[in-house]
């Protein structure tokens, strides 16, 4: 396992990544679809030449692995109570994506000990070079270690659907985001549209209550169609973008992935900013 860790770091060195841009990926709701537009984004994103990693962060519930269709065989609670390299976590998957897996009691904050903390946060400043990206895929709402994670990341992705329930989930999330930090720039993909025209009025009714109640641009992304493949991939535990490449659904989140890119560079990040911050939150408790 310590020969392929190696093996892992020594072909990311020769990456041309120079500082991660780290995401949040949040919901409000569960049911939407978050984990499974996360890992079909990130594949999107490698086809464009890029190198990403997909941290599991759903405590206890994280399926990052089963969408993939394998069940990864060391989490985060590995590296923290074993002192594993996080290398030695890092599964590569078809295509090259790089996953890690979330595990049980990650939420618990009164299981990790101060030197667990500062184990992991020295192992996560070696990812810096070696990915363009790094989606932190979170569970629904917002946990106290969740929200640490959140809040250090250099923007959030919001997914939602047109239901009202998924609209209303997910701006109170941001509104509770923005709370603790206005800073932070919103990205917004509408999941499940029945047609363009749900889509974009998902996205307008999201839009004008982050305007008119935070005085916040919300960034929207695209919109994924309601399609059947989505379904089908899901029952094979094989991404939709790998498994019907030409399908609706996956070139809408092809085109997510264009656009995201486009946004991503006209802002500034620093991957040092969110270890750091990280570290500033953690130490907080």
């Known amino acids: ?26 919901s409000g709701k569960g049911g939407v679809g978050k984990t499974n537009i996360t890992v079909n984004l990130a594949l999107s994103l490698i086809k464009m030449g890029k190198r990403v990693l997909v941290m599991d962060l759903d405590v206890g519930m994280g399926n990052v692995d ?25 599964e590569e998957g078809r295509e ?17 000990t101060d030197d667990m903390l500062d184990y992991f946060l020295k192992q996560l400043e070696e990812l810096e070079t070696f990915y363009d990206f790094i989606f932190l895929d979170m569970g629904a709402g917002a946990t106290e270690t969740a929200l640490k994670f959140i809040l250090s990341s250099h923007e959030i992705l919001v997914i939602a659907t047109p239901e009202i329930t998924s609209i209303t989930d997910a701006y109170s999330m941001m509104k509770f985001i923005h709370a603790k930090d206005s800073t932070l720039p919103f990205y ?3 999941n499940r549209c029945e047609n363009k025209r749900e889509g974009r009025e998902t996205s307008h009714k999201l839009t ?12 929207h992304l695209g919109m994924i169609p309601l399609d059947q493949t989505v379904l089908e991939s899901v029952k094979k535990q094989v991404p939709f973008t790998l498994n019907k490449p030409a399908s609706e659904a996956s070139r809408a989140v092809a085109d997510l992935a ?28």
């Open 208 to 219: 004008n209550v982050c305007k008119q109640f935070l005085n916040k641009d919300l960034i």
């Open 258 to 285: 264009r656009t995201y890119t486009g946004a991503a560079q006209q802002q500034k990040a620093s991957y040092k900013s969110f270890v750091s911050r990280l570290k500033s939150l953690f130490s907080e408790r």
């Open 66 to 90: 089963l969408i993939l269709g394998r069940r990864a065989p060391k989490h985060i609670m590995d590296l923290l109570q074993n002192q594993l390299s996080v290398w030695e976590i890092i």
């Open 96 to 112: 090259g994506l790089h996953t890690i897996a979330g595990g049980r009691n990650f939420g618990s904050i009164a299981l990790i």
């Open 1 to 26: 396992m310590i020969d392929q860790a190696e093996s892992l770091r020594k072909q990311l060195m020769l990456s041309s990544a120079k500082s991660a841009r780290v995401i949040s990926v949040v």
């Open 188 to 190: 917004l993909a509408v």
